[in-house]
């Protein structure tokens, strides 16, 4: 496939295949719909209902991938974030996760600043796997998707906190 499609373009569709899935599901479930009976219309209707469900967290995850060009390589596995970069890396787990924060510099590069007690992980937004932060980080209680979108969509400079487990102490740096 890789002779058939110029690379922005595979890229484009691998970044958005889960939507291209749903609204492939979507529109199989309302030609079943069209299908006589009740039950297969029923089935039909489930089916199409379930994928616009799916749809909803796949828009939200592709919105959230970058071309994965920075600095490093993310990991998420069993609950912990693993970063290796070229000068520094580490592993917090989400259970003892404190906080997490966005911190753009003057030139616009940001970074994911995960704190939990005794450590700190500086992650590039842009790094490469960094997409799989998002199914990571929504799943800290009270921190939801449209919240770290806007921040990684955001301009602001400086540190923006994110999240923050309650009853943690709050960080001095």
């Known amino acids: 496939m890789n002779g058939f499609l110029r690379p922005e373009v595979a890229a484009l569709l691998y970044r958005w295949r889960e939507v291209i899935g749903a609204l492939a599901v979507i529109l199989l479930g309302l030609w079943i719909a069209a299908r006589p009976g009740l039950i297969v219309q029923g089935f039909g209707y489930v089916l199409g209902a379930l994928a616009v469900l799916a749809l909803i967290p796949a828009v939200r995850r592709a919105r959230f991938v970058t071309a994965g060009e920075g600095p490093g390589v993310v990991q998420v596995v069993e609950g912990r974030i693993l970063y290796m970069g070229p000068q520094t890396g580490g592993a917090v787990s989400l259970a003892d996760l404190t ?18 007690p005794g450590q700190m992980l500086i992650v590039p937004v842009d790094a490469a796997g960094a997409d799989a932060l998002f199914d990571a980080f929504t799943a800290l209680p009270g921190l939801g998707g449209q919240r770290l979108l806007a921040a990684r969509r955001g301009t602001r400079m400086g540190e923006q906190l994110l999240w923050r487990r309650v009853n943690a102490p709050a960080l001095t740096r």
Do not use: K, N, P
Not at 99 to 116: K, N
């Open 99 to 116: 906080s997490l924060a966005i911190r753009r510099d003057h030139t616009g590069a940001a970074a994911w600043i995960l704190s939990e």
